[in-house]
């Protein structure tokens, strides 16, 4: 509008000025009638008077009004008559004409003078004098001014119109755009349940459209993102096996329960590489470390990448380890730590070692009376006039270690039977109260033999038992045998039955040498015995109490040793009355 209005105002102000230029140019012309009648005026003695008078009939062609008027001057510039007498004295000498005083034709004004001014030197020979008509514009200012105003309204309607429109044209657009924030954010703080309601078929409904589309395929993503990761999180922290991730620096980056577990206490925050190499025993070489951070660990060691085999841990836990074989990876690439797994392998490595030891025990026990033997076959067979006694001596200590041999076959053969299930059992329901006492009967002929006072105690009505009854006799026997063997002399040996709930207790307390407390843990090992001298003596095979436990322990029993050294043992046998044991199995 203001472009178009300066246009307008200049168009207008150009239009007048040409207007009234040609008007002028066309009736002032020399040859026309109206100048050569003011030239013949000019003869009059008032000629002033006349020229005022011709030009008052020539006014409405020359468009005098109220806005142009018409003045005959001399040659100096001062009034002589005109159509506006007012301005006598007070009109100023314009360009135009001081060009006629000096008698030259009149010129264009400048643009943007503030009238439009023709000045005409009319003379006869005798006289002469100047037609100057001057315009003061004030009916272009009209026009302008109305134009100005009309713009003027009409940008203020267009501005008013243009507010309005555009006020509710932003509401149309920014509505809609700012749901679509406001549910951007809503993603981007990770809620994904909100849907962007949509209203509009333009390119902002596409683009809720869109967005929720886009959020719908986000949410399936992340889910599924997030599921495989749950997945790989619940694997990880479940593995029995021990996961460490470390940085390429040594630094923790992720470690699971059993990890936290294995270390124990020596797992705090300062826990890094180095510490679990200390823990673990375990030395690199610098090129070693390097090649692994550097992901070359294949190169250095072999295609397994690490595996350290049976590292103690805490003195306690046998582990494998294995470093390096996974690597972490980033996208580009770049290897940014390694993960190391550790293999508890305590129970095949205490298995191993058991049975090692176990190997050597058999071979140890059945040297002995093998070397006895041969020794005694040989005395006898090298002299052949060794006296009667001396002969049956050592014939008789062969035999004895034969049945010693023969017991700790039978022992072995016993154990091996329990271990493989293929113990016969033989289920039968009698009073153990009977049985025990039976058994305290045979074995009080021994009792005295050493001076020991054996007695039984029976605490109130004790209920008839299911179980093996020859199998559970072996036990007793086993535990009252070696109450009598290891009491000294004189000692006391008291055997304690008593019933309560489902259970029955037959505990065998004597007076004895009792056992150190760092036995007692190891009493039922197969060959344990507190001190070999102590029970070579005795002709104990170490087998006695290893049988008795699984023999209870199958019952669905229970067997308990309290011992104190120099002070007496309590062996204490816990059976239920029922055994779940099946008969003939
Ligand atoms: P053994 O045939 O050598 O007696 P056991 O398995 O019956 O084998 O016993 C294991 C070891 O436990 C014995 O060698 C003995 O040192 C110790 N022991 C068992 N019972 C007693 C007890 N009542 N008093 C002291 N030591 C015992």
Redesign the pocket.
């Given at each position: 509008m203001s472009v178009i209005g300066t246009v307008l105002l200049n168009s207008v102000s150009n239009f007048y000025s040409d207007e009234f230029y040609a008007q002028m140019t066309d009736e002032l012309s020399e040859d026309s009638l109206l100048v050569s009648e003011l030239v013949s005026a000019l003869s009059s003695a008032t000629y002033a008077e006349e020229m005022s008078n011709i030009l008052d009939s020539y006014s409405g062609m020359l468009g005098i009004d109220r806005y142009r008027d018409y003045f005959i001057l001399n040659m100096n510039g001062e009034m002589l008559s005109g159509s506006d007498m007012s301005q006598e004295g007070t009109m100023e000498l314009t360009g135009n004409v001081i060009a006629a005083m000096q008698r030259l034709p009149s010129a264009r004004n400048a643009y943007g003078s503030t009238y439009f001014d023709y000045a005409l030197y009319l003379t006869n020979g005798a006289q002469e004098c100047i037609l100057y008509i001057k315009d003061t514009q004030g009916e272009m200012q009209q026009l302008s001014w109305i134009l100005f105003s009309i713009v003027l309204q009409s940008l203020f309607f267009g501005m008013v119109i243009a507010v309005v429109l555009s006020f509710f044209l932003a509401r149309a657009i920014s509505r809609p755009i700012q749901t679509l924030t406001k549910g951007a954010q809503l993603v981007a703080s990770g809620e994904f349940s909100h849907t962007i309601e949509n209203h509009s078929d333009d390119e902002i409904g596409t683009l809720t459209d869109t967005f929720n589309d886009m959020k719908t395929a986000l949410k399936n993503t992340i889910d599924e993102v997030d599921g495989e990761r749950q997945k790989l999180r619940t694997v990880f922290s479940y593995l029995k096996d021990a996961v460490v991730a470390f940085t390429n620096d040594g630094k923790v980056l992720h470690i699971n329960q059993s990890a936290m577990e294995f270390f124990g206490k020596s797992y705090d925050k300062n826990f890094d590489l180095e510490r679990m190499l200390d823990l673990l025993n375990i030395s690199f070489t610098d090129e070693e470390i390097s090649a692994m951070q550097k992901g070359r660990s294949k190169d250095v060691f072999s295609e397994n990448g690490i595996v350290f085999h049976d590292k103690v841990l805490n003195s306690t836990k046998v582990v494998d380890v294995s470093f390096g074989e996974i690597k972490y990876v980033k996208e580009n690439k770049t290897q940014i730590g390694f993960i190391t797994v550790l293999h508890d392998v305590t129970n095949r490595y205490e298995l191993d070692k058991s049975r090692r030891e176990f190997v050597a025990n058999v071979s140890h026990e059945l040297r002995t009376p093998l070397t006895s033997i041969k020794g005694a076959c040989e005395t006898v067979r090298s002299d052949a006039e060794m006296p009667e006694d001396m002969r049956d001596y050592f014939l008789g200590m062969a035999s004895d270690e034969c049945d010693r041999m023969t017991r700790i076959v039978t022992d072995l053969l016993t154990l091996s039977r329990l271990d493989n299930n293929r113990t016969r059992w033989n289920i039968e329901s009698f009073s153990i109260e009977d049985a025990v006492k039976h058994i305290c009967d045979v074995l009080r002929v021994d009792a005295d033999a050493h001076n020991h006072e054996l007695s039984m105690f029976i605490n109130g009505h004790l209920p008839n038992i299911t179980a093996d009854k020859e199998r559970i006799a072996q036990v007793i026997i086993?535990?009252i045998s070696?109450?009598i063997?290891?009491?000294p002399d004189g000692g006391k040996i008291d055997v304690f039955l008593d019933a309560y709930d489902k259970f029955i207790t037959v505990s065998?307390r004597?007076t004895?040498?009792?056992?150190p407390e760092a036995?007692i843990d190891h009493?039922f090992e197969r060959f344990?015995?507190?001190?070999k001298s102590?029970?070579s003596e005795?002709?104990?095979?170490?087998?006695?109490?290893?049988i008795?436990k699984e023999i209870i322990v199958a019952h669905g029993g229970n067997i308990k040793?309290k011992?104190k050294l120099g002070a007496?043992?309590l062996?204490c046998i816990v059976l239920p009355v029922e055994t779940a044991l099946k008969a003939e199995q």
């Open positions: 086993n535990i070696n109450a063997k290891y009491t065998v004597d004895g040498v009792g056992i036995d009493l344990y015995r507190v001190e102590r029970t005795t002709g104990g095979t170490g087998l006695g109490l290893a008795a040793i011992s007496g043992t062996v």
